[in-house]
């Protein structure tokens, strides 16, 4: 088994979880951060990170840490950390197409002695069942004979600058207890909040894909209590802040949920579970639930026009914020796609304003045109999408100038009391 003050590593993807953690472990070790991507190796060599996850000066203080596309470049790395994007396809069904090319890009690079860790949330059984058989078939050499293999689960959250890869406790795992010694380890030399060994990879593997799952329906049941208490005429965020004073009460808020995990991890352990024979029926009935907010948001939004004689065909909406969360500029499964799609089907004209999201982005991954800023008394109706800490700070009154004389303004976010806006999630 490798020695620490040997470990030479490779980072496997520098998105919103690998470079963070390439730049940690380039404090520490030769490291070389991966990325098929040449634009993003560009632009990282420049110091310059889009994603806003790792500003300049970070980034000149990993003063191990090298970029590349060259696949060439790994041949001198003996650990590996794999943190590539395991999406879901159009049918709700695990991607595993990049993790499957990065473990065949692997099998070039492996040599005898080396270590492979994956990151990437994944189903229980597939680092193992899918991963590794990949390894050993490009590079022909045997699993925990002649490499070795772990899991430890990112626990990334975008745009938060408070929880950062070095201050959340990581856990971690080996297919071997050897293996497991070291990864925890090497690990141990970059998380200062500790380590969290799990007895298997299986094992880690499942408490990551549970962490989100448990998320996805918290936010489902309380996205089902405001559709419910709309009907009754209830504020919701009332009914949660009295809720809220009991010691144990729970504080999540409805809302869209999107992003590369809630929205997407929930279907990985469903799929697994159907391969073993269980049709899930809590963690699809969330599912739904949250998948159908944005349709709901839409519908609220267009009754509510019409109870208020504004004509919805040829009205113009404003959408403010594109991103799945506030304050990043992350688009990855953004569900606020989906209630544009909705007003369009009313033949609604709309328009969307983001300041944290790249225009380019926008329109390759979803045809969204950003617009550089709403225009004054233009508009029928408003919806704030996304709590950027700008908008919380435009306040309504400078909101509802870009309202016509007689418009709606839907607070999601619950950004503004219920008694300066006409409508709130």
Not at 22 to 43: H, L, M, Q, S, W
Request: charge should be negative.
């Amino acid at each position: 088994m490798l020695k620490l003050e040997d470990v030479k590593l490779g980072v496997i993807g520098l998105g919103y979880v690998g470079l963070p953690l390439a730049v940690e472990f380039g404090k520490v070790f030769p490291t070389v951060g991966y990325d098929i991507n040449k634009k993003r190796i560009y632009e990282l060599s420049n110091g310059v990170d889009h994603t806003l996850e790792v500003e300049p000066e970070l980034l000149k203080s990993s003063n191990h840490l090298s970029f590349s596309c060259d696949l060439a470049e790994l041949q001198h790395c003996n650990t590996y950390i794999v943190t590539v994007p395991t999406p879901i396809d159009s049918s709700a069904r695990p991607d595993l197409t990049p993790l499957i090319r990065a473990s065949e890009a692997l099998g070039k690079v492996i040599t005898k002695g080396d270590v492979v860790i994956y990151e990437s949330t994944v189903y229980p059984g597939a680092t193992e069942e899918d991963c590794i058989p990949i390894i050993e078939k490009v590079s022909g050499l045997t699993f925990n004979q002649d490499f070795f293999a772990g899991y430890s689960p990112e626990r990334i959250n975008p745009g938060d600058k408070e929880h950062r890869v070095t201050t959340i406790m990581k856990v971690t795992s080996g297919s071997t207890p050897e293996a497991a010694d070291f990864v925890d380890a090497l690990y141990q030399k970059v998380i200062f909040a500790g380590t969290h060994k799990a007895s298997s990879i299986k094992v880690a593997e499942a408490a990551k894909v549970i962490e989100n799952t448990q998320r996805d329906l918290n936010i489902a049941l309380v996205n089902e209590l405001s559709i419910i208490f709309n009907r009754l005429g209830i504020d919701t965020e009332e009914v949660l802040e009295a809720a809220g004073t009991k010691w144990n009460f729970l504080p999540f808020r409805p809302g869209l949920v999107g992003g590369h995990c809630i929205g997407v991890d929930p279907y990985y352990l469903t799929h697994k579970a159907e391969q073993v024979g269980y049709h899930p029926q809590v963690i699809l009935a969330g599912r739904r639930v949250n998948d159908g907010m944005g349709a709901y948001v839409a519908g609220q939004l267009v009754k509510k026009m019409i109870k208020e004689r504004i004509h919805v065909e040829g009205a113009r909406v404003l959408i403010m914020g594109l991103a799945f969360k506030e304050n990043c500029p992350d688009l990855r499964n953004t569900k606020v796609v989906d209630i544009i799609h909705e007003l369009s089907d009313f033949n609604v004209e709309v328009d969307v304003y983001d300041p944290h999201v790249s225009k380019d982005e926008a329109g390759l991954e979803y045809g969204v045109s950003l617009i550089d800023m709403p225009a004054q008394e233009a508009y029928d109706a408003i919806v704030l999408a996304v709590a950027h800490d700008e908008f919380r700070e435009m306040g309504g009154k400078m909101i509802r100038r870009w309202g016509k004389p007689v418009h709606i303004l839907y607070d999601l976010k619950c950004i503004f009391s219920k008694f300066e806006v006409e409508l709130r999630l």
